[in-house]
Antibody, heavy 125, light 106 residues
Framework: QLQLQESGPGLVKPSETLSLTCTVSGGSISSSSYYWGWIRQPPGKGLEWIGSIYYSGSTYYNPSLKSRVTISVDTSKNQFSLKLSSVTAADTAVYYC?????????????????WGQGTLVTVSS | DIQMTQSPSSLSASVGDRVTITCRASQSISSYLNWYQQKPGKAPKLLIYAASSLQSGVPSRFSGSGSGTDFTLTISSLQPEDFATYYCQQSYSPFTFGPGTKVDIK
């Protein structure tokens, strides 16, 4: 059974960089059938896609966050990571890592079929 | 950017009711539309992908339809475990979630 686990600091100071890592177990991050992504959810609010990475290193970012986001992958450790720079209180959220399956037989629709449990990151001094 | 809207934003229903949630895209997204269910304190769960395909393990009372800009999620007979928030999400260019529809007990 595939599992994803987020790890990283739960408290980040304003203007600093938020860093999270997602460790994938029960499956390979190097599969050509998936993207690996980050989604966040501010307390009491909806879901926001942050960005995604393919095992080759190709990345896709939310345009509204692109200038501050870097997602990277380490296939040797079966991990991928998120860095979000210059954080403010508005970046306080539960951050989820997720697997995005490419449904080839459905025209390439991409759906999030596995999620981590989520980790709350609070931006505060 | 493709914007997603959902209606209603919330609804109250009883066990056994038929529930329909609508999702609209700001431009055509073909069938690149997924639906998720989220319960408090939990990660979302994939229900429907490609507008109308039921994810493995999801009860058949859930169904999806639509293409282009207008989509619906239907729960044919609401069960106690279905009270949750439902999100649509487009994967046409690149990914955007709708604002969610909260289904609670009447």
């Amino acid at each position: 059974q595939l599992q994803l686990q987020e790890s990283g600091p739960g408290l980040v100071k304003p203007s600093e960089t938020l860093s999270l890592t997602c460790t994938v177990s029960g499956g390979s991050i190097s599969s050509s059938s998936y993207y690996w992504g980050w989604i966040r959810q501010p307390p009491g609010k909806g879901l926001e896609w942050i960005g995604s990475i393919y095992y080759s290193g190709s990345t896709y970012y939310n345009p509204s966050l692109k200038s501050r986001v870097t997602i990277s992958v380490d296939t040797s450790k079966n991990q991928f990571s998120l860095k979000l720079s210059s954080v403010t209180a508005a970046d306080t959220a539960v951050y989820y890592c997720a697997r995005q399956a490419i449904m080839i037989t459905f025209g390439g629709v991409i759906a999030i079929d596995y999620w981590g449990q989520g980790t709350l990151v609070t931006v505060s001094s | 950017d493709i914007q997603m809207t959902q209606s209603p934003s919330s609804l109250s229903a009883s066990v056994g009711d038929r529930v329909t949630i609508t999702c609209r895209a700001s431009q055509s997204i073909s069938s690149y539309l997924n639906w998720y269910q989220q319960k408090p304190g939990k990660a979302p769960k994939l229900l429907i992908y490609a507008a109308s395909s039921l994810q493995s393990g999801v009860p058949s009372r859930f169904s999806g339809s639509g293409s282009g800009t207008d989509f619906t999620l239907t729960i044919s007979s609401l069960q106690p475990e279905d009270f949750a928030t439902y999100y649509c999400q487009q994967s046409y260019s690149p990914f955007t979630f709708g604002p969610g529809t909260k289904v609670d007990i009447k």
